[in-house]
């Protein structure tokens, strides 16, 4: 007797028939259009706009592939960093003291006592950056001879082509300045099995 009736539901918009001259579609909303207008805005309007997007994108992903170097991902690491070979590689330059460590310092000493003017100090100055190129000489043919015999014992069907030049270059670094980042400490032992 009091019950309320339903009103007839308003067509959808699939059943709506489009209007003659109408554009076929429906009108955005605010939101959507607002978000097409962002997107314009953020396309490059010139060259000059255009080249500072893509210098903005490589210095990201430079970052990012530093990021993840530091931290040991793989998947960032250069062409030269991959395979279980130069990982172990790095494992044993970053195992070992080198000289290489001592380089700042002992370079630093003997330009100081070059510039104090009194002869015997300018020649125990040339003495130092003498001895210590000399001992740098002799520590990266040390590294060649014995890294070389390691390789050879470990992995005896790999290709040990520039494996020399590349635990040279990484000796030659100091520690905290070496990409991808060491996982050992000096004096640690290595493990058996580079194979994961």
Request: net charge positive; aromatic share 8%; charged share 35%.
């Amino acid at each position: 007797m009091f019950k309320r009736t339903k009103s007839p539901a308003a067509p959808t918009a699939e059943q709506a028939t489009a209007k003659p001259g109408g554009k076929g579609r429906p009108t955005p909303t605010r939101k959507e259009a607002e978000a097409a207008a962002r997107a314009r805005n953020k396309a490059p309007r010139d060259k000059r706009e255009l080249a500072k997007k893509q210098r903005e994108h490589r210095t990201e992903q430079s970052r990012k592939i530093r990021q993840g170097m530091k931290s040991g991902d793989e998947r960032y690491f250069l062409p030269r960093d991959k395979g279980r070979v130069r990982r172990f590689i790095r494992d044993y330059v970053d195992a070992r003291f080198s000289i290489v460590e001592m380089v700042i310092p002992l370079m630093i000493v003997g330009l100081l006592l070059g510039y104090t003017g009194q002869s015997a100090l300018v020649q125990a100055s040339s003495m130092v950056l003498l001895a210590t190129v000399l001992f740098v000489v002799g520590d990266m043919l040390l590294l060649r001879f014995k890294l070389r015999r390691e390789l050879k014992r470990r992995f005896p069907d790999e290709s040990l082509k520039g494996t020399t030049y590349y635990a040279l270059t990484r000796a030659m670094q100091m520690k905290f300045m070496r990409l991808p980042k060491a996982r050992v400490k000096i004096g640690q032992p290595l493990p058996e099995d580079y194979d994961k």
